[in-house]
């Protein structure tokens, strides 16, 4: 019997999958920093045959965490092994994740393999991955659409090569909690090994039951639970994983098991992935949304004040909601400022504070409380600028109502290049982002704009997401300011400065 329910993030492997989420490398390493403080078992930091970008990411988040064991995805194919593990090696706990599909569907039409193939490319890439790691974890993809004798001859043959870990994906989120329970139960109960294996439950939303499914994998004796801060990935997401942690702790009268999840540093870290993200959390949202500890209704605000628990089930500071934050304004100094900072989990040296210190006296000039999601904009904007090519210099509009806006944009590049342009359309931002193709000579295909406030009340910063398509690759770029249309010139410029960087570097042909 295992001593806890261990947990395995996926956030930056499928969690990455999500339409229009394309972390940097900084924030890969920065996530998988906050995903350990955390107290997650496992993070599949990525996926490292897929790109050279994934492979190092995985590289630099194995050779700085400190305890958590780090593994990367791989299909049955000896050079996926062999990525993983070179970009593995140096973790302090290195493991790998091998998957194949088992499902007739996926068989038929995508692998164009047999049953027989499919087992032997099992015992043959369990078995080459088992000579170099000494947790291999093995997944049947698409387990729940399997039939159960074959998904049993594929997990025992995984077993028999030499896997240690059982996950069951609900790669389509097909299952629901009876169903996929008495897989594990089926699974506890005919798997023959020598050796304790790990079962593990890795669930998909699409039903909206990834939760449930995963909890009554608990039930049935899977002690590993696969999911991502936030429940993001792959089309309706993966299982929420604080919502898994959360669900064990209060109900512990009926689980009875717990995770070594750090809960009050729960909603830093939905947090983080939010931003970095650039998906905002749903005010609902169980756990972590912004209405999930609000009372509405005179009855439950009643109730509330004579006793908290009449209708709440767990507390704010449980998760590390802070009921009341204080603040920064035009008058605060630098020690206000560099305890916010600190209090928001961050490290940074002198020479940077310094530097956020200005832009933060800044934003302070504009609007009259500076929100601790103001500062965590400011130091994600800085970062930004860091690790971009292209920055923008300046911004000119005119505007007339009815008539064609024009606009000239100034760009300056990390040696001090600048290039200007002008352009008019039938609205600000189509002007904006002509003058700005044209400075970079490209038309890119502008596949999402999301714009967001960063915090409440009318002198908000805005928050502007873009994804744009350059030579049929994706790009992403967001901007920060306290004009919309100021902050979505930012996020296009970046966008369309790292399409604009990767053909020069690629040599991608337009
Ligand atoms: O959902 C899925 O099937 C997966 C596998 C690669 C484990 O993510
Ligand atoms: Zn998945």
Known sequence: MSS?????????????????????????????????????????????????????????????LKHTTVTGLARCLKSDIDAVYEATKDAVSPSIHVFIATSPIHLESKLHMTEAEVLEAITTHVRYAKERFDIVQFSPEDATRTPLPFLIESVQ??????????????????????????????????IKSDVPITYSAHCHDDLG???????????????????????IGERAGNTALEEVALGLYVRQDHYQIQT??????????????ARYAGLRVPRNKAIVGKNAFSHESGIHQDGFLKNPETYEIMTPQLV??????????????KH?????????????DLEEQKVLFKAFKSIADKKKHVTDQDIHALI??????????????????????????????????????????SSIGTGSIVAIYNAVDR????????????????????????????????????????GFDHDILYASCKAYVEAVGKAVQSIQKEGVAQ
Not at 260 to 269: A, V, Y
Not at 341 to 348: E, S
Request: a negative charge; glycine letters at 8%.
């Open 4 to 64: 806890h329910i261990q947990i395995f993030d996926t956030t930056l492997r499928d969690g990455e999958q999500t339409p229009g989420v394309s972390f940097s490398f900084e924030e890969r390493l920065k996530l998988a920093q906050q995903l350990e403080k955390w107290g997650v078992d496992v993070i599949e930091a990525g996926f490292p045959a897929s790109s050279q970008g994934s492979f190092e990411s995985v590289q630099a988040i194995a050779r700085t």
């Open 157 to 190: 043959t995984a077993v028999n090569a030499g896997a240690t870990v059982i996950n069951i994906p609900d790669t389509v989120g097909y299952s629901y909690p009876t169903e996929y329970g008495n897989i594990f139960k089926e699974l506890t109960e005919q």
């Open 209 to 231: 039951l990834a939760v449930a499914n995963s909890m009554a994998a608990i039930e049935n004796g899977a002690t590993r639970i696969e999911g991502t801060v936030n429940g």
């Open 260 to 273: 070594q999840i750090q809960l009050e540093l729960t909603k830093q870290t939905s947090d983080m992935v």
């Open 320 to 333: 590390g909601v802070k009921k009341t934050e204080l603040p920064l304004g035009k008058l605060s100094g």
């Open 336 to 348: 206000a400022f560099q305890d916010k900072l600190k209090q928001l989990g961050y490290d940074i």
């Open 380 to 421: 994600q904007d800085t970062e930004h600028e860091k690790h971009v090519a292209y920055h923008l210099e300046a911004l000119q509009l005119q505007f007339v109502s009815n008539g064609l806006q024009s606009a000239v944009v100034v760009v300056r590049d990390n040696e001090g290049q600048q290039y200007q342009d």
């Open 439 to 478: 400075i970079f000579n490209v038309e890119p295909v502008l596949l999402d704009y999301r714009i967001d406030a960063v915090s409440e009340g009318r002198d908000a910063q805005a928050e502007v997401h873009v994804q744009v398509e350059v030579a049929g690759q994706e790009h992403t770029g967001v």
